[in-house]
C-alpha cells in the first residue's frame, strides 16, 4: 500500500491541530458511501481535558517508525498504533493501525477503518483524504471485494481528479469486475498524465484483450516492453495476447522468458501452466487484471 508518501502529511497535520478527532466528525455514512455505517461515538465531555502538547519531530518519527514496522512485523505496528492512540495519536495512529490490520491479512477490517478514517478527517486536505481512500479501495482488492474497491477509489478521483495512481486503481477495480471498457477509459486519463506509465500500458494491454481488441492490445504491451524489456507482467500479458492472436511461438518464448528471470516464484508457475495450457491446447484463461 501507498504510505510512506503519507508520513509527513499526517504527522504534520496531527501535530499542527488541523483536525482534532472529535466525535462529531466520525459521525455519518463513510467517505465510500458503502454499508455498514460506523457507530456514532458518544459526545466528549466538557470536562475532558486538552491533551498535551505533542512534537511535530516526534510524531512524524513515530508515525514513519510505525509504517515502517508494519511492513516487517504487522502485529507489533499494531500494538504500537493502539498504544499511540491512547495518549493521542490521533489520525496519523488510525492509518498506521489500519495498515497494519491490511499487513495481518485482516484485509476487510483494515479497508474499513481507512474508509472511516478518510470520512472523519473533515479538515484534511483533499490530497490527503483522497490518497488514505485509494489505500481503502486497494485493500478491498485485496479483500475480493472489486465493487467496494471501485466506489472508493472513485470518491478518491472526486477530491484528487488527476492522479495517475488512484486511476490506474480505480481501473483495476473495474478489470477486476470484467467492465473492460471501464477500465480503458481511467487507463487513457492515467496515459495522458504519464504517459510512459508500464503499469498503466500493461493494464489497458489487458482490458483491450478482454474486449477482443487484440490489435490494440499488442501494441501497448510491445511499448510497455520496450520501456521495461525484462517486465515480468508484461510479459505474460504479451504470452496471453500471443497465443489468442495465433501466435504459439512468441506466447511460448515470452513465457520461457518468465520462468528464466524469476524462477521458483509465482509467475514462474503461471508461465509453466500456460506453456502446459499450450501442449494441451487447452483454452486460454479468461481474462483478468495483470499481477503487479
Known amino acids: 500500500m501507498r504510505g510512506v508518501a503519507l508520513i509527513f502529511a499526517f504527522a504534520v497535520f496531527a501535530a499542527g491541530g488541523g483536525c482534532p478527532a472529535s466525535a462529531a466528525e466520525q459521525a455519518g455514512p463513510p467517505a465510500s458511501a458503502a454499508p455498514p455505517k460506523p457507530p456514532t461515538p458518544a459526545p466528549v465531555p466538557f470536562t475532558t481535558p486538552p491533551a498535551a502538547p505533542r512534537s511535530e519531530d516526534n510524531e512524524a518519527a513515530t508515525y514513519e517508525r510505525c509504517l515502517s514496522l508494519a511492513k516487517s512485523d504487522p502485529g507489533a505496528a499494531r500494538d504500537l498504533a493502539e498504544r499511540w492512540r491512547s495518549r493521542g495519536g490521533a489520525h496519523p ?10 499487513g495481518l491479512n485482516q484485509y476487510k477490517d483494515g479497508a474499513a477503518k481507512l474508509e472511516t478514517l478518510a470520512q472523519a478527517m473533515v479538515h484534511a486536505p483533499a490530497s490527503l483524504r483522497a490518497q488514505v481512500l485509494d489505500q481503502a479501495s486497494q485493500a478491498w482488492l485485496l479483500a475480493g471485494d472489486p465493487a467496494r474497491a471501485y466506489t472508493d477509489a472513485a470518491a478518491a478521483l472526486n477530491l484528487l481528479p488527476n492522479d495517475a495512481d488512484i486511476l490506474i486503481d480505480r481501473a483495476e477495480a473495474a478489470g477486476s469486475q470484467q467492465q473492460f471498457d471501464k477500465a480503458v477509459e481511467d487507463l487513457d486519463r492515467a496515459l495522458k ?25 499488442l501494441a501497448d504491451i510491445d511499448r510497455a516492453l520496450g520501456l521495461a524489456p525484462d517486465s515480468v507482467p508484461a510479459l505474460l500479458e504479451r504470452g496471453d495476447i500471443r497465443r489468442l492472436s495465433g501466435d504459439l511461438n512468441g506466447a511460448r518464448q515470452d ?26 491446447k487447452d483454452s486460454p484463461p479468461a481474462p483478468g487484471v495483470p499481477k503487479r
Open 255 to 280: 513465457w520461457v522468458r518468465v520462468s528464466i528471470l524469476v524462477p521458483g516464484s509465482e509467475a514462474d508457475e503461471e508461465a509453466k501452466m500456460n506453456i502446459e495450457r499450450l501442449e494441451l
Open 193 to 217: 498524465l504519464e504517459p510512459n506509465r508500464v503499469e498503466a500500458l500493461i493494464y489497458r494491454a489487458s482490458a483491450y484483450r478482454g474486449l477482443n481488441k487484440l490489435g490494440a492490445a
Open 93 to 102: 495512529a488510525d492509518h498506521c493501525y489500519a495498515v497494519a490490520l491490511v
